[in-house]
C-alpha cells in the first residue's frame, strides 16, 4: 500500500475512505475520493471505475456459470507397450447340450422348456435320437437341475479342443475355466480366475497369441424338432475377447466362427477412462445381484454375498440387474446369473417365468448401467481362409482317426493375436480446471480494475479498520464517558461531607431558592447547600 503523505492525511483515522483510497492499489479510488469537492473529473473517474468494475463483476460470473456447466473433452491418444496383457478368450459352442448325453428324465423334465416337446412326443424324439423308448416302469426324478444338466450334457472341451497352442507353446484345457452363459457351459482361456496369473504377450502378428483347433462336434446337434427360441440353426462356434473383469455376454456380444476355415482376429487394446459426476456419469461401485432397491418387495433378497466383489464393469452390472430382475419376478435365477439367495430355476420356470421376463426385460432395455470410469476393450479384425485343404484333410483324418468328410465339416482354427504392442487411449479429461477458472478471474481482475488478491486483503484490513473505529469504538467511548461521569458525581459527594453541606438535586431545593439562570441552563447535576451559611452552590457535570 501506498503511504499517505501530509498532515491532514496523517490526522485522519485508518477507517476514512480517503485515507483508504489514497493507499489501496485498486486503480481509479485514489481520483474518486481525493481531497477537495466534487468535480467533473472526479465524477468521470467515478463513472470509470463503475463501469470497469461492473464490466468485470459479469466477466466473474459468466466464468463461475461456465465452471458450473462442468464440461468435459475427450482425447484420443495411441501409446506404446513392451508388452501387453493377453484378453481373456470365451468359446462356446452353438449347440448347448449333446444328444447322446440326454435321457429319459431330461427330456421328461426340460423338454417342454428346451425343445418344445409334449409329453406324448417323448418316444419319437427319442427315436430321432437313435435311442430306445422309454421303458413302461419310468419315474422322472423328485428334483432336478439345470446346471448339472448343462455340464453333464453339454459340450466337453476335452472333446472339443484337438490342439491348442499360446505363443508356439502348447497348452490345453487346465488353461480354461468353464463357465455358465446364457449359450450354455463355455470355457474361457486366460481368464485368471481362482487367482491364476494373467498371460501376456511381447510381440503382435499371428504366431504370438493363442490359436486352437476344435472339433463343432456336429454329429452331436440336437435335431431341430420345433422352432422354438432356444433351437439353433447354425453350426460352429461363438466366441468373445473381453478384459479379464467384466463376465462374457456371449449371446449378446460374441462372433461366429465356422468349421471348414481359419479364422484370423486381430486385435488392438484400448484402454477407455471416464469421469464421474458431476462431468461425466461413470461409476466404479460394484453392484451386488442380491441387492434389492424395492424394501417392500416380498421376494426382497437376503444380506450380501459373502467374499469380495468383483470389480465394476459394464456387463457386470447388467448382469446385477438382470439377476435381480428375474428374482423378484420369478423367486429364482438363471443359471448363468451371478450365485445368490436365489435358487436356480426349474425348467418349468425357465419357459413360464425366466426366458420371457429377461426377453422383455432386454426389449425395454429396462437396465441404465454408467460407465465403468476405467474399463479395457478390444477393436477386432476379422479374416478367414478354407481349411483344411485336401492334403491336410486327409492328414488330419489319420491323426484323429475320422473320415475325411467329418474333417472338412466339424474343424475350424481360430487364431487370436494383437496386431502390434501399441494401444489407443480414450481419456474424459475436465474442459475448465478450478486453476484455469482462478486464473481468468484474475486476469480479468488485472484488466479491469487493476487489482490483484492483496487488494482484495487490502479491502478486507480497511473493513476491519472501519468496524473497529466505528462500531467498537463507538461502545468504548460510551463506556469511558459514563466512567468519567461516575468519578466526578463521586468526587463532589465526597466534598459535601467534608464541607459539612447537603448535595441535593435542584428539584429538591426549595421553592423560592434562588439561582443563577446560567447554571441551571448548563444543566447542573448537585446543588451544594452549606447548612452554617445557607449558600447554594450548583455542580455541573462535564459533557
Sequence with gaps: MKTPSGPEEARRPASDIRVFASSCTLHGLGHVFGPGSLTPRRGLWAVAVLLS?????????????????????????????????FPAVTLCNINPLRRSRLTPNDLHWAGPALLGLEPAEHAAFLRALGRPPTSPGFMPSPTFDMARLYARAGHTLEDMLLDCRYRGQPCGPENFTAIFTRMGQCYTFNSGANGAELLTTPKGGAGNGLEVMLDVQEDEYLPVWKDVEETPFEVGIR???????????????????????????????????????????????????????EPSD?????????????????????????????????????????????????????????????????????????????????????????????????????????????????????????????????????????????????????????????????????????????????????????????????????????????????????????????SVSSGPHLAILDMPSLHITLLSSPQ
Design 53 to 85: 468494475l461492473a464490466a468485470f463483476l459479469y466477466q466473474v460470473a459468466e466464468r463461475v456459470r461456465y465452471y458450473g456447466e462442468f464440461h468435459h473433452e475427450t482425447a484420443l491418444d495411441e501409446r506404446e507397450s513392451h508388452q501387453l496383457t
Design 239 to 293: 466366441v468373445q475377447i473381453h478384459s479379464q473383469e467384466e463376465p462374457p455376454i456371449i449371446d449378446q456380444l460374441g462372433f461366429g466362427v465356422a468349421p471348414g476355415y481359419q479364422t484370423f482376429v486381430s486385435c488392438q487394446q484400448q484402454q477407455l477412462s471416464f469421469l464421474p459426476a458431476p462431468w461425466g456419469d461413470c461409476s466404479s461401485r460394484s453392484l451386488d445381484p442380491d441387492f434389492d432397491s
Design 298 to 518: 416380498p421376494l426382497g433378497a437376503p444380506g450380501p454375498t459373502p467374499g469380495p466383489r468383483p470389480p465394476y464393469s459394464l456387463m457386470g452390472c447388467r448382469l446385477a440387474c438382470e439377476t435381480r430382475y428375474v428374482a423378484r419376478k420369478c423367486g429364482c435365477r438363471m443359471m448363468h446369473m451371478p450365485a445368490g439367495g436365489a435358487p436356480v430355476c426349474s425348467p418349468q420356470q425357465y419357459k413360464d417365468c425366466a426366458n420371457p421376463a429377461l426377453d422383455a426385460m432386454l426389449r425395454k432395455d429396462a437396465c441404465t448401467c454408467p460407465n465403468p470410469c476405467a474399463s479395457t476393450r478390444y477393436a477386432k479384425e476379422l479374416s478367414m481362409v478354407r481349411m483344411p485343404s485336401r492334403p491336410a484333410t486327409r492328414y488330419l483324418a489319420r491323426k484323429y482317426n475320422r473320415s475325411e468328410a467329418y474333417i472338412a465339416d466339424n474343424v475350424l482354427v481360430l487364431d487370436i493375436f494383437f496386431e502390434a504392442l501399441n494401444y489407443e487411449t480414450v481419456e474424459q479429461k475436465k474442459a475448465y480446471e478450478v486453476s484455469e477458472l482462478l486464473g481468468d478471474i484474475g486476469g480479468q481482475m488485472g484488466l479491469f480494475i487493476g487489482a490483484s488478491l492483496l487488494t482484495i486483503l487490502e479491502i478486507l484490513d480497511y473493513l476491519c479498520e472501519v468496524f473497529r473505529d466505528r462500531v467498537l469504538g463507538y461502545f468504548w467511548n460510551r463506556k469511558r464517558s459514563q466512567k468519567h461521569s461516575s468519578t466526578n458525581l463521586a468526587s463532589h459527594t465526597s466534598l459535601c461531607r467534608h464541607q459539612e453541606s447537603f448535595c441535593l438535586p435542584p428539584h429538591l431545593l426549595p421553592r423560592h431558592t434562588a439561582l443563577d439562570p446560567m
